[in-house]
């Protein structure tokens, strides 16, 4: 069964303390691999797409990366306003995206 | 800017009323929308998929009767949570993909409170 986990559940950083978000997933067939960015009530806000293992993508202080069974969101020098639940997807072939908890982030001054 | 506008943000209504939820895609069309629902410190769950001219496809566990689904236009889809209860009080979420290979671009959602 296609699976997503993200850890942690929630991590607090004071500002310019750099890390790292993990998803852990198992999919048969990967077409894609998602990151979002939620604000609380919002919707998703679409960060990055990684396809194959060994891609790497950034975003200002933000770069996603991607192996067979796992990406992480690292998070360079944060600022509060990079405060925010993460969300990871996966999309199988022909298939719906399965989302993951998320990780609620907050980063102090 | 926003590529999915979704209205109204928030409704507060009765037990046994029924509410309309509209999700549009402003500067491309959309043959497919995605409805999913959230609960608070939980995942995005899919719902059904919209398909522009034709039924709805409900995910397992979703009543199709329930939460009726109308894709009229390649700009419009609306969910109408019917007879609705407390326990359909939740987070609901519209998405579109721009293209056939982009990704799904979400509405800000509409918080639906039943009391």
């Known amino acids: 069964e296609d699976q997503v986990t993200q850890s942690p559940e929630a991590l607090r950083l004071q500002e310019g303390e750099s890390s790292s978000l993990n998803c852990s997933y198992t999919?048969?067939?990967?077409?894609?691999l998602f990151w979002y960015r939620q604000d609380p009530g919002k919707g998703p806000e679409f960060l990055f797409t990684?396809?194959?293992a060994g891609e790497e993508k950034e975003k200002e202080r933000l770069k996603a990366t991607l192996t067979k069974k796992e990406s992480f969101l690292h998070i360079t020098a944060p600022k509060p306003e990079d405060s925010a639940t993460y969300l990871c997807?996966?999309?199988?072939?022909?298939?719906?995206?399965?989302f993951g908890t998320g990780t609620r982030l907050q980063v102090f001054p | 800017g926003a590529v999915v506008s979704q209205h109204p943000s928030w409704v507060i209504c009765k037990s046994g009323t029924s509410v309309k939820i509209e999700c549009r895609s402003l500067?491309?069309?959309?043959?497919?929308m995605f409805w999913y629902r959230q609960f608070p410190k939980q995942s995005l769950m899919l719902m059904a998929t919209?398909?522009?001219?034709?039924?709805?496809?409900?995910e397992q566990g979703v009543e199709k009767d329930k939460f009726l689904i109308n894709h009229a236009s390649l700009t419009l889809s609306t969910l109408t949570v019917t007879s609705a209860h407390p326990e359909d009080s939740s987070f609901y979420i519209c998405?579109?993909?721009?293209?056939?290979?982009?990704?799904?671009?979400f509405g800000n959602g509409t918080r639906l409170t039943v009391t």
């Open positions: 998405s579109a993909p721009r293209g056939e290979y982009s990704p799904l671009h």
């Open positions: 999919v048969s067939g990967l077409r894609g």
């Open positions: 990684l396809y194959s």
């Open positions: 997807a996966v999309q199988a072939r022909a298939s719906k995206l399965i």
């Open positions: 500067d491309f069309q959309a043959t497919t």
């Open positions: 919209s398909n522009e001219g034709s039924k709805a496809t409900y």
